[in-house]
């Protein structure tokens, strides 16, 4: 007998909420996953799944969260912008997002890697 696969469908804006929440999706439209970009389509064993609606990939899944943050100063205040995703380059990208949408400054650092911390 072959494995059996559950799928179930919820209530797709607790499931876009959840994955939000998760840092699985982004509510920040630049960000590489916007969850404006997406589309839920069904639960698989518990797991939301979700596909791109450009590209038809679905997210990638995976229990751990990466971060990326940036400090900077803006006057004589420290900033730090934070950004999440289940990958590397995707918090990078979320970061960089964040930090082009909501610093005084309209380029991102020439050699980022000096101030930004992997986590």
């Known amino acids: 007998m072959k494995n059996q696969i559950t799928l179930t469908y919820n209530n797709p804006q607790l499931a876009f909420e959840n994955a939000i929440e998760k840092k699985l999706l982004s509510e920040n439209e630049e960000a590489l996953n916007f969850a404006g970009n997406y589309m839920y389509m069904y639960t698989q064993d518990g797991i939301d799944q ?4 450009i590209d038809r990939t679905y997210l990638q899944q995976t229990e751990e969260t990466h971060t ?8 004589q205040q420290i900033v730090e912008t934070t950004g999440a995703g289940p990958t ?19 380029h991102w650092p020439i050699n980022p890697m000096d101030i930004i911390q992997i986590n």
């Open 88 to 106: 590397k380059e995707t918090a990078y990208q979320n970061c960089k997002a964040q930090y082009l949408a909501n610093s005084p400054f309209n």
């Open 50 to 53: 979700f596909k791109h609606s």
């Open 68 to 75: 990326w943050s940036i400090t900077y100063w803006v006057g």
